[in-house]
Structure formats: structure tokens, C-alpha cells
């Protein structure tokens, strides 16, 4: 089992900046990729940005440029850099992990609890 949990959110002013980090832990696994989601009200959830194991990143076009995704593989984390955001970044932001069940060789999706990210003045 992997259990992921993030922090970092809050409210924020237009311009501003955020920091989300998320932490994968438990036994018998290896990730593949961790990545951040996002849903706001009344929105599906949609893909912020990727990143695998070897280092590649992947974003979603709104948040090029301002998002910056990063992770430490030795310690399956993950941090999203977010600058210059705006109201339509507001959401609950989710931590997703990618990773390969090791006793069954099967991959599986692990989701963090959410964490909010309100953008307002």
C-alpha cells in the first residue's frame, strides 16, 4: 500500500505564490511517475503536471510557464511550484502516485486526501 499525503495549500493573492509537496510512503512498491490534479467546483478533475521517475515532466497548457513541478526520488516526494497564480487556479490540488505493486508486478493509482489552493483578493 502506498499512502501519500500532501500540504502546502492555502489562500493566496492574484500574483502570488504556492508551494505544494507530497510525500509517498509504505512498502512493496516502486513509483513510476507522481503528478498533481486539480478540481474546482463543479469542474472534473484535470491533470496540473507530470513527473516520471527518469525526470520527465508533462503540463497542462493553463499553467505553463507559472508551474514547476520537481521531485526527489530517494524520497518518493513530489513539490509543485506555483507562481504568478490566479483566480481560475483555484481548486483542491491531489497528489497522484503512479506505481508498481512489487509482490503482484501490477500498477496502481494512489490518490492524496486534496489539499485547497484559493486564489483571491
Known amino acids: 500500500q502506498v499512502q501519500l499525503v500532501e500540504s502546502g495549500g492555502g489562500l493566496v493573492q492574484p500574483g502570488g505564490s504556492l508551494k505544494l509537496s507530497c510525500a509517498a510512503s509504505?512498502?512493496?512498491?516502486?513509483?513510476?511517475?507522481m503528478g498533481w490534479y486539480r478540481q474546482a467546483p463543479g469542474k472534473q478533475r484535470e491533470l496540473v503536471a507530470i513527473?516520471?521517475?527518469?525526470?520527465?515532466?508533462n503540463y497542462a497548457d493553463s499553467v505553463k510557464g507559472r508551474f514547476t513541478i520537481s521531485g526527489d526520488n530517494a524520497q518518493n516526494t513530489v513539490y509543485l511550484q506555483m507562481n504568478s497564480l490566479k483566480p481560475e487556479d483555484t481548486a483542491v490540488y491531489y497528489c497522484?502516485?503512479?506505481?508498481?505493486?512489487?509482490?503482484?508486478?501490477?500498477?496502481?493509482?494512489?490518490w492524496g486526501q486534496g489539499t485547497q489552493v484559493t486564489v483571491s483578493s
Open positions: 497522484n502516485a503512479d506505481a508498481l505493486v512489487l509482490l503482484n508486478r501490477l500498477r496502481r493509482d494512489y
Open positions: 513527473i516520471t521517475s527518469g525526470g520527465y515532466t
Open positions: 509504505g512498502s512493496g512498491f516502486r513509483i513510476n511517475a
